[in-house]
């Protein structure tokens, strides 16, 4: 079955980091880019990180310098390491990829909410 399962969102004071993570399962998750998208209310979905196989990164241009993405492919997981965080950042993160599994097809993760606040 395949899945992809985003943990570590929570509740952070400006300023302050979280690292999300991304399980998949099911699949080679090496062998795909990677991204991690977000939304927020009354917001359309942005794209926040993407990586290659090759581990080349791209970041959407509110968050870089702030944001790192990475992945673990002996744990079939990619990461999103968000530093120096600010209530724009408030949004639910997913984890999504683009696989060829029996067919190609577009995966998401259930999402994982970030909030910014003090």
């Known amino acids: 079955q395949v899945q992809l399962v985003e943990s570590g969102g929570g509740l952070v004071q400006p300023g302050g980091s979280l690292r999300l993570s991304c399980a998949a399962s099911g699949f080679t998750f090496s062998s795909y880019v990677a991204r991690w998208y977000r939304r927020s209310p009354g917001k359309e979905r942005e794209l926040v990180a993407a990586i290659t196989t090759a581990s080349r990164t791209t970041y959407a241009d509110s968050v870089k310098g702030r944001f790192t993405i990475s992945r673990d492919n002996a744990k079939n997981t990619v990461y999103l390491q968000m530093n120096s965080l600010t209530p724009e950042d408030t949004a639910v993160y997913y984890c999504?990829?683009?696989?060829?599994?029996?067919?190609?097809?577009?995966?998401w993760g259930q999402g994982t909410q970030v909030t910014v606040s003090s």
């Open positions: 999504n990829t683009y696989a060829y599994i029996s067919r190609w097809g577009d995966y």
